[in-house]
């Protein structure tokens, strides 16, 4: 038994090896390596900081990661205030029918390409763009505005691209929440401000924490909605990492930028998790 | 307040609309890219010009509709064996993941169960480059010290492939951990009291009961594969993938082509998305 045993564990235990240290663990160690790697004047490789030292002595780069952090958390705190009435009005008010019918109608966007769904919003807000022409005809406005490529409609964007990754959770959260406990706070007299703060949202907030801590990952690694909604000085930290490494060909200094946005990421989940004492297991599954 | 306690007339019209206008919010650019595909115009943009179904059909020199436009037809197909390969590929590694961390005890479980889940916390980006340096470097020191060059190792489809597998396979990992978690092992034991071999359980008990997590599972990662960017971008050879091949007419211009390949994808990722509902929901009902 004993034996039998070891030999189930050696097959199902080689396979995950393999996949996890060759295509996780080794490559971020290389990410690191690479980033400390550098030529001196003769141009010999060697070892250095230059790259994260240029990283905090150009501004604009520095900015640029700034500026993605701060736009991320507010698309996350953006798509939790736009999903969450959605998210309880399906759960909790609409009859459990239409409820079902709701749910499935909000998950159908989102299995389609991110790419498309961008290609939508470009089509609707762009000068020549849908929004324009029937605000045109209508008389609303002379000439044609140009809605894109802007700070608004990339955030706008990003919280678009983002909201199921709240939706679901929220939802998953709220279902398990006893419907008795809201109408015995509403029957002692609570107002619907004290209900929603006192009791829906702490509830709810092993969903919350979940919902924010993808939306605010997916945002900050998101390439395509930056690049293509927010214009030419849209300035999202993955753009410069792909300048980087496909315009200037510096991979060094790109897989230092790299190795800041991992990070960045990793410190922004584990104080998420620490505020709201979950564990990551739990809150991915 | 809630369905079951009276509600005043303008907190409950006001949210209505609020959940309208969402749902608007929400469809709105996919409606209008599908008829804007069929609009008799050269450029995906009101006015309504007539119906038209150049963008699907016609070869002419002007307008070059989706089904003869080879590098978007070439770019698809790509698209469908790569994400054929890495749904294969994740649900073979995912559901030997799950029996590992769910049956089987190790020194060290749960710090690799954690190793696990951390694909899904890398931005996609970050996957994307360190695979490329990785294989890069791999293949500078093969080609230094035996000659020979690799072209695996280069951008290509089987680094992509890799690429997409690496975090894709976390998500089987989940699907198949929770149906996994249900299971009754008195089955298994009572199989193997009957005489059958370890092998027979796995076929004949096992695996049919995680029929469903295997059919869904392997749904949502033949969909994220086809449809995923951010670590394709990074890895895409001289083949590329339909996300980055629209990406690149996107950033370039637009043309109608476009809005047809967009309605392609809309209604097929639609209908994989209400079987896949339709068999969960099967499932529930026995």
Same mark, same amino acid.
């Given at each position: 038994m004993k034996f039998k045993l070891s030999s189930? *564990?050696?097959?199902?235990?080689?396979?995950?090896?393999?996949? *996890?240290?060759?295509?996780?663990?080794?490559?971020?160690? &290389?990410?690191?390596?690479?980033? *400390?790697?550098? &030529?001196?004047?003769?141009?010999e490789p060697i070892w250095t900081f230059a790259n994260y030292l240029h990283f905090f002595t150009e501004e604009i780069y520095w900015?640029?990661?700034?500026?993605?952090?701060?736009?991320?958390?507010?698309?996350?705190?953006?798509?939790?205030?736009?999903?969450?009435?959605v998210a309880f009005y399906i759960t909790k008010v609409v009859s459990k029918r239409l409820s079902v019918f709701l749910t499935i109608l909000l998950l159908v966007p989102f299995w389609v390409s991110e790419l498309v769904r961008v290609y939508g919003w470009m089509i609707l807000l762009r000068e020549s763009g849908v929004l324009n022409h029937i605000m045109l !005809?209508?008389?609303?406005?002379?000439?044609?505005?140009?809605? *894109?490529?802007?700070?608004?409609?990339?955030?706008?964007?990003?919280?678009?691209?983002?909201?199921?990754?709240?939706?679901?959770?929220?939802?998953?959260?709220l279902e398990g929440m006893d419907d008795s406990l809201i109408e015995a706070a509403h029957d002692l007299g609570a107002s619907k401000w004290t209900?929603?703060?006192?009791?829906?949202?702490?509830?709810?907030?092993? +969903?919350?924490?979940? +919902?924010?801590?993808?939306?605010?990952?997916?945002?900050?690694?998101?390439?395509?909605?930056?690049?293509?909604?927010? +214009?030419? @000085? !849209?300035?999202?930290?993955?753009?410069?990492?792909?300048?980087?490494?496909?315009?200037?060909? @510096?991979?060094?200094? +790109?897989?230092?930028?790299?190795?800041?946005?991992?990070?960045?990421?990793s410190l922004i989940i584990w104080v998420g998790l620490k505020m709201s004492k979950q564990q990551l297991g739990r809150v991915l599954s | 307040m809630i369905r079951s306690l009276p509600q005043d007339r303008?907190?409950?019209?006001?949210?209505?609309?609020?959940?309208?206008?969402? #749902?608007?919010?929400? #469809? $709105?650019?996919?409606?209008?890219?599908? %008829?804007?595909? /069929?609009?008799?115009?050269?450029?995906?943009?009101?006015?309504?010009?007539?119906?038209?179904?150049?963008?699907?059909?016609a070869n002419t020199g002007e307008r070059v509709g989706i089904f003869h436009d080879s590098s978007n037809l070439s770019s698809i197909w790509v698209s469908a064996q790569t994400a054929f390969i890495v749904s294969v590929l994740s649900l073979i590694v995912g559901t030997m993941g799950a029996f590992? /961390?769910?049956?089987?005890? /190790?020194?060290?479980?749960?710090?690799?169960? #954690?190793?696990?889940?951390?694909?899904? %916390?890398?931005?996609? %980006?970050?996957?994307?480059?360190?695979?490329?340096?990785? $294989?890069? $470097?791999?293949?500078?020191?093969?080609?230094?010290?035996?000659?020979?060059?690799?072209?695996?190792?280069?951008?290509?489809?089987?680094? %992509?492939?890799?690429?997409?597998?690496?975090?894709?396979s976390t998500f089987v990992l989940l699907v198949v951990s929770a149906r996994l978690r249900k299971f009754d092992h008195c089955l298994e034991e009572a199989a193997l009291n009957l005489g059958a071999s370890r092998f027979d359980v796995i076929c004949s008990i096992t695996i049919p009961f995680l029929r469903p997590a295997l059919i869904g599972g392997g749904a949502v990662a033949f969909l994220m594969s086809f449809e995923n960017f951010n670590t394709t971008l990074f890895l895409v050879g001289s083949d590329t993938t339909l996300p980055v091949n629209l990406y690149l007419q996107v950033r370039d211009g637009s043309s109608p082509v476009i809005n047809a390949v967009s309605l392609l994808l809309i209604v097929s990722t639609s209908l994989l998305a209400m079987i896949n509902l339709l068999i969960n929901r099967d499932k529930k009902v026995e």
């Open positions: 189930g *564990l050696f097959i199902f235990l080689t396979p995950v090896l393999l996949w *996890l240290f060759l295509l996780i663990v080794i490559p971020q160690i &290389e990410l690191l390596l690479m980033s *400390l790697r550098g &030529e001196n004047n003769l141009g900015y640029t990661f700034v500026r993605t952090a701060t736009y991320a958390i507010i698309v996350t705190v953006l798509t939790f205030i736009v999903t969450f009435p !005809s209508l008389g609303l406005i002379d000439k044609p505005v140009e809605m *894109l490529y802007n700070d608004i409609s990339m955030i706008m964007g990003l919280v678009y691209t983002s909201m199921l990754f709240m939706v679901v959770p929220l939802i998953s959260s209900i929603f703060t006192r009791i829906v949202i702490p509830y709810a907030a092993p +969903g919350i924490t979940s +919902g924010s801590i993808v939306v605010f990952m997916l945002a900050l690694g998101n390439y395509l909605t930056p690049n293509l909604m927010g +214009g030419k @000085n !849209s300035l999202w930290f993955t753009e410069q990492i792909y300048n980087q490494f496909i315009a200037s060909f @510096n991979w060094n200094q +790109g897989a230092a930028f790299g190795f800041l946005l991992l990070l960045l990421s | 303008g907190y409950s019209f006001g949210f209505k609309f609020y959940i309208i206008c969402y #749902f608007i919010f929400l #469809f $709105a650019p996919l409606l209008v890219t599908c %008829v804007l595909a /069929f609009n008799d115009s050269n450029f995906p943009s009101l006015p309504w010009k007539g119906f038209s179904l150049d963008w699907f059909f590992l /961390f769910e049956q089987q005890d /190790f020194p060290g479980k749960q710090g690799l169960y #954690f190793l696990a889940l951390t694909p899904l %916390v890398i931005p996609g %980006v970050i996957l994307g480059i360190s695979l490329l340096l990785t $294989a890069n $470097a791999l293949g500078l020191f093969i080609e230094e010290s035996t000659g020979l060059d690799i072209p695996l190792l280069r951008p290509s489809f089987w680094l %992509v492939v890799f690429g997409q597998f690496s975090f894709i």
